[in-house]
């Protein structure tokens, strides 16, 4: 079945250790996004890729980065996890922007110890 | 700038009962709305998306509907079952997607 995976689905680091989350896809969509869902809240979304053109969110912090190598893979780069930034990470994929649907993977549950 | 509320937050509900969620949004320059379920400490699973141009979309027992003019959507739980327990989200796509904080439903035996 064609889908949304997120690696690894926990992860625990140590503040201001820096942390990778993985996303691939196999749905060939041009769009994948990362989203950031703390505790009770609505998810957030921190930026996308439309292929290969970066668009980051004005609110997201110079902290989170992100890098997409090609179609298939896109990844989420913390450099200096914090406290706060403890929360679920979503990856989601749309074959185009505004119109389409967008599919979830799993997520990744990031602890910041 | 885009906000979307849903009520109830919670929802405990007996098994059998029919069910309405409710979702409204202040911007109505919407492409589209999605529901999502999610249960405890996973991702988000796609229920149904409405195009701006539809009133509904049905799938199994769920159907959603789209009011984009007075800015509100429900869906309609219809037999509820112990199953469906869980967070249930709407989002709107406008340049993004904005989500609500959602309702979290329990359905007892």
């Known amino acids: 079945d064609a889908m949304v995976i997120q690696n690894p689905r926990y992860q625990v680091t140590q503040f201001g250790k820096p942390v990778t989350l993985s996303c691939s896809q196999t749905?060939?969509?041009?769009?994948m996004y990362w989203y950031q869902q703390k505790s009770s809240q609505a998810p957030k979304l921190l930026f996308h890729?439309?292929?290969?053109?970066?668009?980051n969110e004005a609110d997201t912090p110079d902290n989170f980065q992100s890098r997409r190598p090609n179609t298939s893979f896109c990844f989420l780069d913390i450099r200096s996890p914090g406290l706060g930034d403890a929360a679920m990470y979503l990856c989601?994929?749309?074959?185009?922007?505004?119109?389409?649907?967008?599919?979830f993977g799993p997520g990744t549950r990031l602890t910041v110890t | 700038k885009q906000e979307v509320t849903q009520i109830p937050a919670a929802l405990s509900v007996p098994e059998g009962e029919n069910l309405v969620l409710n979702c409204s949004f202040t911007?109505?320059?919407?492409?589209?709305l999605q529901w999502f379920r999610q249960d405890p400490g996973k991702g988000l699973t796609s229920l149904l998306l409405?195009?701006?141009?539809?009133r509904e979309q049905t799938s199994g027992r769920l159907n959603a509907s789209l009011d984009k003019s007075s800015g509100r959507s429900t869906l309609y739980i219809a037999a509820s079952q112990p199953g469906d327990s869980a967070t249930y989200l709407c989002?709107?796509?406008?340049?993004?997607?904005?989500f609500g904080t959602g309702t979290r439903l329990q359905v007892f035996p």
């Open positions: 989601a994929t749309s074959l185009g922007d505004t119109t389409y649907e967008q599919y």
């Open positions: 749905l060939n969509h041009n769009v």
């Open positions: 890729y439309y292929d290969k053109d970066f668009n």
């Open positions: 911007d109505s320059a919407i492409y589209n």
């Open positions: 409405i195009q701006s141009s539809q």
């Open positions: 989002a709107v796509q406008a340049d993004k997607l904005i």
